[in-house]
């Protein structure tokens, strides 16, 4: 039995980080220094069953690559890391998802994305994983919003504790998603997401006693996060810290945030190491050097952190 699977995107991550970018109309044709370079895995999926494992979790992940030269190298970096990968899933001819994450010296960065045929559909879906999980977390599925209604379905019946993070693409499907939302445990969602769906607008959803997850946590990258649930409503400023490269901040905050959930961690405790998670990955290059293990757990409880209740 798992502690928790990961749902979600496998990629390949190209990065490079130049004083020129961001380009300029007049850099277009001519040649850019690159001060540093790294490939490396991704995807919403693979970041946060590292990040959840990481954290001493038994985890897997469920993840869609090619048999092209980008998915065996999706395959072989994902092998460093401590998850269980029998979920995952390379399929024959297929384009792996592709990125070029163009890094500026603030942190802030461009990415140039790539979107293969590796969206998990239903006929590919490990639906024997369902039988054995107690959490399931769901990162953006590409917008297959029919099988994620079908897995939180069937994980529900199984008394499993959901949350999601769901990408662009399933915010477009707003009747379908408010439907599953009461089922859910926690749905986390960055600030431009909770724009796109409305929920900046409307912040009474957040707060609502029915018809919404039992927690909603709404991040906002330097400017902090939000959790709202039932008995609690919690204000968590960030940690104060160099960005090296905030791409995976989002994965990371996710990562760190559902296993205190997991680990039955005081809220408050719960989205301080998301916190924490988010700002140790934005002081590295790339998404998963920076993700936090469970011996980093108590260091990072130690430091100081504003965490207040709000209306």
């Avoid at 690159?34 to 001493?56: D, K, P």
């Avoid at 054995?132 to 029919?146: R, T």
């Avoid at 019946?157 to 707003?174: A, C, F, H, M, Y």
Wanted: include cysteine.
């Amino acid at each position: 039995m798992f502690d928790i699977i990961s749902i979600g995107s496998a990629t390949c991550d190209l990065f490079l980080k130049s004083a020129s970018f961001p380009l300029e109309k007049k850099d277009i044709g001519g040649k850019i220094e690159i001060e540093e370079l790294l490939m490396s895995s991704g995807g919403g999926g693979t970041n946060t069953a590292a990040g959840f494992a990481r954290l001493g979790l038994s985890t897997a992940c469920i993840a869609r690559f090619g048999d092209d030269i980008f998915g065996k190298f999706v395959l072989e970096d994902l092998r460093k890391e401590n998850f269980d990968q029998k979920y995952l899933i390379e399929k024959k001819g297929d384009n792996t998802d592709y990125s070029t994450i163009l890094v500026n010296p603030d942190g802030s960065r461009t990415i140039l994305v790539y979107r293969g045929k590796t969206r998990i559909d239903e006929s590919v879906f490990p639906w024997p994983a369902l039988e054995e999980v107690k959490w399931l977390y769901v990162a953006s599925i590409e917008g297959n919003v029919e099988l994620l209604i079908k897995v939180v379905d069937k994980a529900q019946e199984k008394g499993t504790k959901i949350v999601l993070n769901p990408g662009s693409r399933e915010l477009k499907e707003k009747e379908k998603l408010l439907a599953i939302f009461p089922k859910l445990k926690a749905l986390v969602v960055n600030r431009e997401e909770a724009e796109s769906f409305g929920l900046m607008e409307s912040p009474a959803f957040a707060k609502a006693s029915t018809g919404r997850p039992e927690i909603v946590v709404i991040t906002s990258g330097r400017q902090g996060a939000k959790l709202y649930s039932p008995g609690k409503n919690l204000f968590a400023e960030a940690f104060v810290h160099s960005t090296v490269d905030e791409t995976g901040a989002g994965d990371a905050f996710s990562a760190g945030f559902v296993a205190g959930l997991v680990k039955e961690f005081p809220l408050e405790k719960a989205l301080k190491l998301g916190m924490a998670n988010g700002a140790s990955v934005v002081s590295q290059f790339s998404c998963k050097p920076g993700l936090l293990y469970e011996k980093d757990i108590e260091g990072w409880m130690g430091r100081n952190l504003k965490i207040e209740q709000i209306i």
